[in-house]
């Protein structure tokens, strides 16, 4: 059974009053930490029932630039291929793409991924910066970590090498939690960009799953999305990964939309986030005080 008054999908406010139809359950999806709460009796619903994990670490986005740490400038790695995915620090997928910046001079690339007793390796031509996971390799088993990297190479030589990204597969126990709670938000029905930019987000996030928000959001945009909204989570998510020039586009393409739907929220959401790129593009430096 629902709710005597909110039919299911229905996004609830704080001060809304849920009011379980005879004496049934409302289940209620908290965007803030991606959990799902069951209630059986009236209640209001306001900050002390969704809140926010207090041992959460905020991540860069445009929405928290404070957050953001300018470690290189954005030219220092022109001659070192760069990591794109996965995405994150943790994902659910055991056979992920692997993609990169690519290198001038480079002939072939080679990607390795290693992990305890589990390493493969896999050459390719310069053409190709993307690399599907290969059939014939063995999956990447729940609950492990691994590390990618990749090597640029001249000929027969390596001559450069990506900085390693380390990445942990979700244990089952918890992929299988997770996906319970995807099936219950797609037994809503949502419209596809609603379920994308709130459920399914809040659900990744509170896991730190960028590489399966940005996937989920990704589709979408393939798909022809026209909601701003799309683009600049996206975009947002882009930045968590710390890939600006990924996040740049998708910036570029909320404004746009936002533009012609005359979204000001949109538009302040997606200025925020240029001001990070931006501030990439530009990091401050130090000068040293006048000599007296």
């Not at 794109?84 to 480079?106: D, E, F, H, K, N």
């Not at 390795?112 to 589990?118: C, D």
């Not at 998510?237 to 586009?249: C, Q, T, V």
């Not at 909320?254 to 593009?281: C, H, M, P, W």
Request: net charge negative; glycine share 6%; hydrophobic share 35%.
């Amino acid at each position: 059974m629902g709710d005597r008054y909110f039919k299911a999908g229905t996004q609830l406010c704080p001060g809304d009053a849920i009011n379980p139809a005879n004496g049934g359950t409302v289940k209620v999806l908290c965007y803030l930490n991606g959990e799902f709460l069951d209630f059986k009796q009236k209640t209001i619903f306001d900050d002390s029932i969704c809140a926010i994990p207090q041992n959460i670490v905020e991540l860069c986005t445009g929405i928290n630039p404070s957050r953001c740490y300018i470690s290189k400038g954005p030219d220092e790695d022109k001659e070192v291929p760069t990591l794109i995915s996965p995405y994150g620090s943790s994902m659910l997928s055991t056979r992920p793409v692997i993609s990169w910046y690519g290198v001038p001079g480079a002939t072939s690339y080679t990607v390795i991924v290693k992990g305890y007793e589990f390493y493969w390796e896999k050459t390719v031509d310069k053409a190709i910066t993307s690399l599907p996971y290969p059939q014939e390799q063995k999956q990447l088993q729940f609950g492990n970590t691994y590390k990618f990297t990749v090597l640029a190479n001249s000929g027969d030589t390596p001559i450069s090498s990506s900085e390693p990204l380390v990445v942990s597969v979700l244990p089952q126990d918890e992929q299988n939690r997770i996906v319970q709670q995807l099936k219950q938000i797609n037994e809503l029905e949502l419209p596809p960009d609603e379920a994308a930019i709130w459920d399914k987000d809040a659900v990744y996030m509170s896991r730190s799953l960028l590489n399966e928000t940005i996937e989920t959001l990704k589709a979408r945009a393939t798909e022809g999305s026209q909601n701003p909204t799309i683009y600049r989570v996206l975009a947002d998510r882009y930045l968590e990964a710390w890939l600006p020039n990924e996040a740049l586009r998708e910036y570029k393409k909320a404004a746009q939309l936002a533009k012609s739907t005359n979204n000001l929220e949109e538009l302040a959401r997606v200025e925020e986030g240029l001001r990070i790129i931006d501030f990439y593009n530009h990091p401050p430096t130090s000068t040293k005080p006048a000599q007296k």
